[in-house]
């Protein structure tokens, strides 16, 4: 209901601040959509990333883009509950087998925690390692928070936050994609659904401009129309005198 009332009596110069906020916006993210795309598919011609040990893992400091991982760690029992906005999240630590190296955070909504801990269970590999693949998960939220959560447990390790994949690895890269290009309908669509808006009303807007503007002058053409005219005075006599009437003046003697 106030959405409704909100876009009809909204004047048309009232949403270009909405839209100078949103186009910014909708570019950005086609702009993020186009690099994610082109990283994915060179990463699709690519070979799978060579698996690792997490007492021999590390990433590029100055990495950019999708960053795939294939690394082999154990699940020790070491899982906290995080909140990152409104959704609750869970992560399950995965360390080295032996020594010191990086952990490898898991992470999950809460609802799906217990199906992660299956999964990770069914990827062990001869040693009891379990061999993970995803992506590197950019949401520095996570990060942050898995941090506090090992420093509150008394551990401060360095933690790449990974947000694993358990299908093909194509379909995996597919998936990304997909996700992404929703968010680009999102934004591109309701950016040029107010820009819509916004232009429909501006016509209607100079459109009765110029209907007033032409009421104006048609007033100017026609003079006064409110003003009585003054009509000449005419007597009775002379309203019935014809032409036959008209007198002939006499000659003087």
């Known amino acids: 209901m106030f959405g409704r009332l909100f876009l009809r009596y909204m004047p048309w ?6 839209l100078f906020v949103m186009v910014p916006l909708a570019i950005s993210t086609v702009k993020d959509y186009l690099a994610l795309r082109a990283g994915l598919d060179a990463a699709k011609s690519a070979p799978a990333p060579e698996v690792r040990p997490l007492s021999d893992f590390s990433l590029d400091p100055a990495r950019t883009g999708a960053v795939e991982v294939a690394v082999l760690g154990q699940y020790k029992g070491f899982a906290r509950g995080i909140e990152a906005g409104k959704i ?13 190296g990086a952990t490898v955070a898991l992470v999950s909504e809460g609802y799906l925690f217990d199906l992660l801990l299956e999964r990770i269970a069914k990827a062990k590999v001869d040693g009891g390692a379990s061999l993970i693949r995803g992506f590197e998960e950019k949401d520095h939220r996570f990060k ?9 447990a008394g551990q401060t390790r360095h933690v790449y936050v ?24 999102v934004s591109v669509g309701f950016t040029v659904i107010f820009a819509l808006i916004s232009g429909t009303k501006l016509v209607r807007w100079i459109l009765r401009v110029r209907a007033k503007q ?4 048609l007033t100017d053409v ?4 409110n003003k009585k005219r003054s009509i000449p005075h005419t007597s009775a006599r002379e309203e019935t005198r014809s032409d036959d009437d008209t ?7």
């Open 162 to 185: 990974v947000e694993p994949y358990w299908g093909t690895r194509d379909a995996a890269l597919d998936g990304r994609l997909g996700s992404n290009l929703l968010l680009v309908f």
């Open 222 to 225: 026609d003079g006064e129309p």
């Open 13 to 18: 110069w009232a949403f270009l601040p909405i």
């Open 88 to 100: 609750d999240f869970a992560f399950a630590l995965l360390e080295p087998l032996d020594g010191e």
């Open 144 to 152: 942050s928070r898995i941090e506090r959560a090992l420093k509150d």
């Open 247 to 253: 007198p002939v003046m006499r000659r003087r003697r």
């Open 214 to 217: 032409g009421e104006v002058r």
